[in-house]
DNA sequence: CTAATGCCTACCAAAATACTACGGATTTTT
DNA sequence: AAAAATCCGTAGTATTTTGGTAGGCATTAG
């Protein structure tokens, strides 16, 4: 019931490069710096979303990614469904009982509701937001 | 991003005691067979179900499960939560950078917005029904 | 030429998942 | 009293996923 480091990790990877959009590449390095993370275990993550298509890459020194359209046209769910696969809170939905698949279908569509309605631009520009006020945290 | 056998097969018991509320208990047995799973698998999981208070078992021969509660106060969240932890799409929400603490937010309080609002009443009525018709499968 | 990058393959430790095995405790039926 | 049906508890285990690390080659700017 949880979104793994793959698929945070390239959200943030994303959305560094959203915030660099139209400056030229952004390296890995610098990525891994700004956000602690293990530059080797990022390349790992970005070859799927170079895969893709939804990153382009320049070799050689000052090199980096690119995001191949603008952040306002690539969602959450995009980079989601290509490091975590289909976005399903269980496989063979179609395999389930009435009642439990209908269950799965509200619960991914929810999910997918609010995945594809989220791009690269929203994440990117309240990333820049100092801390969020009032948000309660229930569980 | 799944949710386990745990939370599908608790599901599973808890959909066919609430078909069974009011008539005595079930065993395990029953259900294992009806469902074609493991029933030691199955003890496993009533065990934190049992634990939690959602079920209440009666030993010996003829014994078996009964809810403690009416089906329609028994939401799927409450077992989802007993078999699989808290709802939330990530671990430490509160630890994330805002941009993705509020896509997180969004994604747990759309589960939940459906999980909580689904109660065994729901699952084991819809559960007679014979097919669906003209469900879309998108992914 | 060299430094900075991307690219590729392999390996690995730890945890979670999905069970199985075994035996004991309790209650009902015979 | 004995047998059968059930619940209860602990331990082991094969497989997969997660979250990396290691090492090195390929490409390009300066």
Redesign the pocket.
């Known amino acids: 019931?949880?979104i793994?480091?793959?698929g945070?990790?390239g959200l943030t990877i994303m959305i560094e490069l959203a915030k660099n959009y139209g400056e030229g590449?952004?390296?890995?390095?610098?990525i891994a710096q700004a956000n602690d993370?293990?530059?080797?275990?990022l390349?790992?993550l970005?070859?799927p979303l170079?895969n893709a298509g939804l990153v382009k890459?320049?070799?050689?020194?000052?090199?980096?990614?690119i995001l191949t359209d603008v952040p306002s046209k690539i969602t959450a769910g995009d980079v989601i469904r290509v490091l975590?696969g289909p976005i399903t809170p269980v496989e063979g939905i179609e395999d389930e009982e009435p009642a439990k698949r209908e269950l799965w279908i509200r619960i991914r569509d929810a999910i997918k509701g609010v995945l594809d309605n989220t791009t690269l631009e929203d994440l990117a520009s309240h990333s820049e937001d100092g801390e969020m006020e009032g948000y309660m945290f229930y569980i």
Do not use: N, V
């Open positions: 019931m949880k793994s480091t793959k945070r990790y590449p952004t390296s890995l390095k610098t993370l293990s530059e080797h275990y390349e790992q970005i070859a170079r890459s320049i070799r050689g020194a000052y090199g980096g990614y975590e």
